[in-house]
């Protein structure tokens, strides 16, 4: 019988799922996709094929479906009828955070999960959702094997000079260091450059992976040297609901002057800055997009700007640029907003922009005397994470 793993990636109000194959001789291929939305307030349950077509679309009361356990319980009985005639080897999780010392996924023990728990305060809204569908799983299944993939681990090749900040040094050793996230993706990136680009992939390259979530990663021979995010996802550049990097200061404004507490903070700097802030109309880059609102502009123009910036800032790190790489939501099918950042960025960069190309979305998308060469390459942490897991169960 046919082995396949199951991906799961618990947010705090979703529950996104992934079913692979696994031949024993080949690439994994997704059978199943789906998610959980509105947990807590409208649960509903989608899932396609491997082909994109619909397989279920079913909306509970709150009272049917009122937790991720449950949620994942219904997503089993669907999944067990759907492959009955296959074995599931293991589970892969997307974990928020590995903490200093993770490189790379790990089997989950009971020493594992508890270390993992410790790391609870420095991701509050992701790690506790992330153990959570570790345990409902145990609970379903105790003997099957899972695998933590952290957002964290592949930043872990960076040197410490540049995890460093310029707090007191017992500070860093209490773990307030530069994490980095979004690693399952630069990884897959990372991974894939040697079979799209090969001529870039041992070279100096930047990703900016722009999603409602947006960072971006120096990679240097593949490996990542430097990324937006730090501490917190919050860090870097300017995102669908979040600031990015701010100027501390306004932190202890907002305290001292505003006598905002540290939850109105979380809200503010989570849930209600970035494009929605700026542009007072919605986070949806589609919607920004199609708006003639001149806030919407403004939005557009300062996530540009942000991105300009700090693909300056990551191609000091380098020493140079070989290649800008884009990938995600916005990377991936926004044409609009790669030219603007490859025009922004070509009078310094040498980024010298194909339109057509661009247009018709990559992969390369610069022309081929262009100094430094622009990419668009999709991203699949999930497939990241599904190749992970079938590694560390040997199959
Ligand atoms: P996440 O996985 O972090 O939720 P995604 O990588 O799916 O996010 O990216 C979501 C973002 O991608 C949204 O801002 C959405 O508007 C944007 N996006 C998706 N398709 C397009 C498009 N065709 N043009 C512009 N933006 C798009």
Same mark, same amino acid.
């Not at 410490?160 to 007191?168: A, I």
């Not at 680009?197 to 409602?212: K, N, T, Y």
């Given at each position: 019988m046919e082995n396949v793993i199951l991906v799961l990636n618990a947010g705090s109000s979703s529950l996104?799922?992934?079913?692979?194959?696994?031949?024993?001789?080949?690439?994994?291929?997704?059978? !199943?996709?789906? @998610?959980?939305?509105?947990?807590?307030?409208?649960?509903h349950l989608k899932v396609k094929d491997g082909d994109g077509e619909s397989i279920a679309d079913v909306r509970w009361s709150t009272s049917e479906v009122a937790s991720h356990a449950q949620a994942l319980q219904q997503i089993a009985t669907l999944l067990r009828s759907r492959f009955a005639g296959s074995v599931l080897a293991g589970v892969g999780h997307r974990v928020v955070h590995g903490g200093p010392d993770h490189a790379a996924p790990v089997l989950v023990t009971e020493e594992v999960i508890e270390e993992l728990a410790t790391l609870v305060p420095l991701a509050p809204l992701h790690q506790p959702h992330n153990l959570a569908a570790i345990r409902a799983v145990q609970e379903? @299944?105790?003997e099957l094997p899972q695998v933590a993939c952290f957002d964290t681990a592949f930043h872990r090749s960076q040197d410490?000079?540049? @995890?460093?900040?310029? $707090?007191?040094y017992e500070y860093y050793e209490r773990g307030v260091r530069r994490y980095g996230f979004h690693g399952l993706s630069y990884e897959y990136i990372a991974a894939i450059l040697p079979t799209v680009?090969?001529?870039? !992939?041992?070279?100096?390259?930047?990703?900016?992976?722009?999603?409602?979530g947006a960072s971006m990663c120096a990679l240097r021979d593949g490996r990542s040297v430097g990324s937006s995010m730090g501490f917190t996802a919050l860090d870097g $550049?300017?995102?669908?609901?979040?600031?990015?990097n701010i100027d501390p200061g306004i932190v202890l404004y907002l305290i001292q002057q505003e006598g905002l507490s540290a939850k109105e903070i979380e809200n503010l700097l989570y849930k209600r800055s970035g494009l929605l802030g700026l542009s007072g109309i919605g986070n949806d880059m589609r919607v920004l997009e199609a708006s003639d609102a001149p806030r919407a502009r403004l939005a557009i123009d300062h996530f540009v700007y942000r991105i300009n910036r700090e693909l300056g800032a990551l191609t000091a790190v380098l020493g140079g640029l070989d290649?800008?790489?884009?990938?995600?939501?916005?990377?991936?099918?926004s044409m609009r907003i790669?030219?603007?950042?490859? @025009?922004? !960025?070509?009078?310094?960069?040498?980024?010298?922009?194909?339109?057509?190309?661009?247009?018709?979305?990559?992969?390369?998308?610069?022309?081929?005397g262009s100094r430094t060469s622009a990419w668009v390459v999709p991203t699949n942490e999930e497939?990241?994470?599904?190749?992970?897991?079938r590694k560390l169960l040997g199959i």
């Open positions: 996104k799922f992934s079913v692979f194959e696994a031949p024993a001789d080949g690439e994994m291929r997704a059978r !199943a996709v789906g @998610q959980v939305e509105g947990l807590g307030t409208a649960p379903v @299944q105790p410490m000079v540049g @995890q460093l900040y310029g $707090l007191p680009a090969p001529e870039i !992939a041992s070279g100096r390259v930047v990703v900016a992976h722009l999603g409602s $550049l300017m995102m669908g609901t979040r600031p990015g290649a800008l790489v884009f990938t995600a939501g916005i990377g991936e099918n790669r030219q603007m950042v490859c @025009q922004k !960025a070509a009078a310094w960069s040498g980024i010298d922009l194909d339109a057509a190309a661009n247009a018709g979305g990559g992969p390369r998308i610069s022309r081929s497939l990241m994470i599904a190749r992970h897991t």
